[in-house]
C-alpha cells in the first residue's frame, strides 16, 4: 500500500497531537505510540481503494469448501491433542444500548434466562469434560465493559475453565476541527474515548502479556469471535485442518444472502488472500460490490489464528491493517475516531486461507428482530450451550423479520410478547405500531401487522395467521 509524505499543515497537526498525547495520564505508553502510529497512518493517507481490475476470485485452495477440509480422527486422544492447542477468544468490548442494555452486549438473556456468555461457557466446559482438556476462555473487554465483565465472570468461579479477560486499548477521540483529543478539551469522561475496533485485538493480546503466557502453556490457535454470534462454536475440522497445513490464519466466511450485501468478502490480489470491505470499493463498483453472483461469500468475522505468528507480526509491527474512520458527534462537538479490523489482517499472515463454512455458523444477534428468531421454536437449545437450527424447517434461509421501533428495546420487546410465535413456516414478518401479541400464536408465509396510528392492536391468544395483512381485529 502507497503511503504519501505528510503535507506542513498535517505535520504541524501531527506534532501538536504528539505533545498532547503525552500529557494523558490515563492510558499506557503502548496504547500512546499505538495512537500515534495509528493517526500517523491516517494522515499520510495510505492507499485505502484496490485496484479493481486486480481482483480475482479466490480458488478451492484459498478459500476451502468445508467439506475438502482436512478429516478428523475419530479417535478422543487425538482430539484431546487438538484441543490443547486452542484458546477461544470472544470479542467482548460491545456495549447493549442499541437493544436498550446497559452493560456488556454479551450479558442479554438470549434463551431459557441464559446470557450469550451463559452459552459460551457451557460450551467450553462440555468439551473439557467429554475430552478431558484445559480450553480457556479469553475475554477481549473495552474501558466500556471491563468493570461488569469482572463482576459477571465470578459466577463462573466453579466451571472447569480458566477465564481471562484483558482489555483492548483505549484511544483519544480527535476533535474534527483542530485535530486535539477530545479529552485534552475537557471532556475527560468515557465519551471522550474510544476503543480502536477489535483489530487491536493482536496488539491488545501481546501487550496485556496473556500472548507470552499462552505460547508458553503450548497453546497454538486461538479462536476469535464476536460474543454475540450464537453459531461461532469450536469446530475440530477447521482446527485440525490448520494445524495439518500450517496455515497462519483462517477466516471462516459463509454463502451471501441478500441480507449480507455489504459484508466484507475475500478475494485475491497481487497473490495474496485479501479481505475486500465496501469501504475500499470505487463508487461505480459497488453494485456490482454487492452482487451476490460475483462476490458470492462474506466474511463472518469467525477467526482462528496461530499465537506465533501473531507474536511475530506485532513484533515486526507488520500489521497495518486498513484505518477505519468512523465519524460521531459528542455534546455537539464533530470528533473522529480511528478503527480497524481484525478481518483485514489476513494478508500478513503465511499461509491464510478462507474456509467455506455452513450458514449456521453465522447467528448473530445485533436486534430484537434476532432475538425473536432463536428465540422461537426455530431454534432449540442443547445441554451443552448449543443452539441448533429445527430440522422441521424447511427452507434454508431464516424468516426476513422486521419490527418497527417499539420493539427495539428488549425490554420492550419482551414485554410485547406473552410468548414468541411460531415461526417454523414463517417466510417474512413486518411489524408496525403498537402492537402486542398474545400467547400459543403461529405465523404462516407472509405476514405484516399494522397498527392504525394512536391504535393499540392485540393479537389474541392462539391466533393462526398465515399469509395476511392484519390492520386491525377484523383481520384475523
Known sequence: MATATLSPADSEKLTNLKSAVASLNQISDNEKSGFINLVTRYLSGEAQHVEWSKIQTPTDDVVVPYDKLAPLSEDPTETKKLLDKLVVLKLNGGLGTTMGCTGPKSVIEVRNGLTFLDLIVRQIEALNTKYGCSVPLLLMN????????????????????????FNQSQYPRLVVEDFAPLPCKGNAGKDGWNPPGHGDVFSALMNSGKLDALISKG???????????????????????????????????????????????????????????????????????????????????????????IKRLVEADALKMEIIP??????????????????????????????????????????????????????TLTDDGYVIRNPAR??????????????????????????IPSIIELDSLKVTGDVYFGAGITL?????????????????????????????????
Open 444 to 476: 404462516k408465509g407472509k405476514v405484516n401487522v399494522t397498527a392504525k396510528y394512536g391504535v393499540k392492536l392485540e393479537i389474541p391468544d392462539g391466533a393462526v395467521i398465515a399469509n395476511k395483512d392484519v390492520n386491525g381485529p377484523e383481520d384475523i
Open 142 to 165: 473495552s474501558f466500556n465493559t471491563h468493570d461488569d465483565t469482572l463482576k459477571i465472570v465470578q459466577k463462573y468461579s466453579n466451571s472447569n475453565i480458566e477465564i481471562h479477560t
Open 219 to 309: 497453546k497454538e490457535y486461538v479462536f476469535v469471535a464476536n460474543s454475540d454470534n450464537l453459531g461461532a462454536v469450536v469446530d475440530l475440522k477447521i482446527l485440525n485442518h490448520l494445524i495439518q497445513n500450517k496455515n497462519e490464519y483462517c477466516m471462516e466466511v459463509t454463502p451471501k444472502t441478500l441480507a449480507d450485501v455489504k459484508g466484507g468478502t475475500l478475494i485475491s490480489y497481487e497473490g495474496k488472500v485479501q479481505l475486500l470491505e465496501i469501504a475500499q470499493v470505487p463508487d461505480q463498483h459497488v453494485n456490482e460490490f454487492k452482487s451476490i453472483e460475483k462476490f458470492k461469500i462474506f466474511n463472518t468475522n469467525n477467526l482462528w489464528v496461530n499465537l506465533k505468528a
Open 326 to 379: 468512523n465519524p460521531k458527534e459528542v455534546d455537539g462537538i464533530r470528533v473522529l475516531q480511528l478503527e480497524t479490523a481484525a478481518g483485514a489482517a489476513i494478508r500478513f499472515f503465511d499461509r491464510a486461507i478462507g474456509a467455506n463454512v455452513p450458514r449456521s455458523r453465522f447467528l448473530p444477534v445485533k436486534a430484537s428482530s434476532d432475538l425473536l428468531l432463536v428465540q422461537s421454536d426455530l431454534y
Open 394 to 419: 424447511t427452507n434454508p434461509s431464516n424468516p426476513s423479520i422486521e419490527l418497527g421501533p417499539e420493539f427495539k428495546k428488549v425490554a420492550n420487546f419482551l414485554s410485547r410478547f406473552k410468548s
